[in-house]
């Protein structure tokens, strides 16, 4: 049976094993560094710059990837690619942008939208100037795309809008098909249209009046989380993550039904990427369900709620950070010392309110207590 974190660590002998590990010179060492990184330690987020939206950063709440820029291909509609940043390049506007929009207006079958959409994409990446030129009807045009009755289609006009998203002026536009993302990842069970329509919404800044429906997708994406596709579990982890830190939404996130296995994320075994992001998450809840505001009120979870998962009585968590602590990656063990910071916070809240500051160690045996 399991026991709650403070349980756990309260019985455990620090003269052996993984504690005894814990309480020595390196976790010292990594407690001092997740301390130091505790502004720092982010990957640096993707900026507006032509490079980084050439590269395809995913927006506000991704880190940038270390791949190369899209290399210039020739157009399914249109001249090369290398040709058209060529021109841009010595202040010329090749047009192909402009042609490849006019032509998503004439009906087309849904393997040639697929394909001028996608070049509209590469052509927003890389023709920066003649995609700043746009307008919002090219934005509502693209959007219009989300109804088409193909799920490549759909696909396909996600990435467009992820791509004018990196232009500041297009992003109010493009917010407003918020909702019908929410709505196409919740309904639609296709693990690249989740990666597409996730990415889109992470680039986004996401207003008040989607909250309702983001309740109502919750559970959705929870069951997106606890897929066995990585690059859906990373992006919709990363969405929980941002939505975790408003106050009206949290609870809805902490009593979400989870399966039995939903700590099997934190297990060693997992991508690193992944690991990295799911101790973030538990982190951002963690310091979200003891702030004033949060504890004001007594709140009641479900048997299978995330909450209970985490933070229940039962959950093996302090199992899985244990693991974690000497994980390969020096990224996941100061992530994972971050959550056992933040635990160790939460029991001193419990006793003194007004501050938090741990009296003593989160390894200690129960021989103190």
């Not at 579990?233 to 939404?249: F, G, M, W």
Request: charged letters at 20%.
């Amino acid at each position: 049976m399991g026991m709650s974190i403070p349980q756990y660590l309260g019985q455990m002998d620090i003269r052996k094993g993984v504690v005894g590990l814990a309480t020595g010179a390196g976790f010292i060492y990594l407690l001092y560094k997740a301390i130091k990184a505790g502004i720092k330690c982010q990957p640096p987020l993707c900026t507006a710059s032509p490079i980084c939206i050439a590269r395809e950063c995913t927006g506000p709440r991704e880190r940038a990837l270390p791949q190369e820029a899209p290399a210039p291909e020739a157009s399914s509609v249109g001249g090369p690619k290398g040709l058209a940043v060529e021109r841009e390049r010595h202040g010329r506007d090749s047009g192909e942008l402009r042609r490849l929009l006019n032509s998503l207006e004439y009906k087309q079958d849904e393997y040639a939208k697929s394909m001028i959409l996608h070049s509209i994409t590469r052509c927003v990446y890389l023709l920066e100037a003649e995609a700043s030129s746009c307008t919002a009807d090219d934005i509502s045009l693209v959007g219009s795309m989300l109804d088409d009755k193909d799920n490549s289609v759909k696909i396909q006009a996600l990435n467009t809008l992820k791509a004018f998203s990196g232009i500041r002026k297009f992003r109010l536009k493009i917010q407003e098909h918020t909702i019908k993302v929410l709505e196409l990842i919740s309904t639609i069970w296709d693990s690249e249209l989740h990666v597409a329509g996730l990415r889109l919404l992470n680039s986004l800044p996401l207003p008040d009046y989607v909250h309702p429906q983001l309740r109502r997708v919750m559970p959705a994406l929870m069951e997106i989380l606890q897929s066995n596709y990585i690059l859906a579990q990373v992006q919709a982890i990363r969405l929980l993550s941002y939505l975790a830190q408003k106050n009206d939404l949290l609870y809805d996130i902490l009593n979400c039904q989870v399966h039995s296995n939903f700590l099997n994320l934190f297990q060693s075994t997992q991508p690193g990427s992944l690991l990295f992001e799911v101790l973030v998450f538990a982190e951002r809840l963690s310091e979200g369900r003891n702030s004033p505001h949060y504890r004001a009120v007594k709140w009641h979870y479900n048997e299978q709620s995330l909450h209970e998962a985490l933070f229940g009585d039962e959950s093996r968590l302090a199992d899985r950070l244990l693991a974690l602590v000497i994980h390969p990656e020096e990224e996941v063990q100061i992530q994972a010392c971050k959550v056992i910071v933040s635990l160790q916070c939460s029991q001193d809240v419990g006793v003194r309110p007004s501050s938090c500051r741990p009296s003593h160690s989160y390894f200690h045996s129960g021989e103190n207590n």
